[in-house]
């Protein structure tokens, strides 16, 4: 096996503003004029996430050998595994990972940040976010594998990203209408 390598990396906050909206004190008047203007939204829905790193700042790629004694590591467990699943009756092609799985995976993944499914005892969640995330992932993954999936495979996924989006549209609906109150009688008696 490969011997870990330290490395150690520095962390710089570049971000022109602080979260208040004010210019930070380690932030050049330069700067702040060459930066464009951004308007400052009145409502953020989506968490900050960091910047990728520069791609100087990567870390190297494993070598040749190291990827060939890790591949054949991952594929003696995954052989260790199938024997104990044949042994206790179950078939190992059950594990097996096809595009429909993978696509079945994210389509439940969606349901569930949506809030429409859940564990059985649990109660349901809704993640708008993970959920819009989960649903353009399968929207990437339909834009870069056009014209190489098989028909079955494209109208899978195209049925996972209509069922998806839909469920989307009324769950985000459902959560922007005020809620209901049952309406009063008194609006209702004759005086």
Request: with cysteine.
């Amino acid at each position: 096996m490969a011997e870990k390598k330290q490395e150690s990396f520095t962390v710089t906050d570049r971000r022109l503003f602080t979260a208040e909206g004010e210019i930070r004190q380690e932030v050049s008047q330069e700067e702040v004029s060459s930066a464009a203007p951004t308007p400052k939204p009145a409502v953020t829905i989506q968490p900050e996430r960091p910047a990728p790193p520069p791609e100087g700042d990567a870390p190297p790629a494993p070598t040749a050998a190291e990827q060939k004694q890790q591949a054949e590591a991952y594929r003696q467990s995954a052989k260790d595994l199938d024997a104990r699943v044949e042994l206790s009756g179950h078939s190992a092609k059950e594990l097996e990972m096809t595009f429909e799985r993978f696509m079945a995976s994210l389509y439940m993944s969606a349901m569930m940040q949506l809030g429409l499914m859940h564990e059985q005892g649990g109660q349901p969640r809704v993640d708008l976010i993970g959920a819009r995330q989960t649903i353009d992932t399968l929207s990437l993954l339909s834009e870069k594998t056009k014209s190489n999936l098989t028909s079955t495979e494209e109208n899978f996924l195209q049925n996972c990203l209509y069922e998806l989006r839909m469920a989307y549209v009324e769950v985000t609906n459902a959560l922007a209408r005020p809620p209901q109150t049952p309406a009063s009688n008194a609006a209702t008696t004759k005086r």
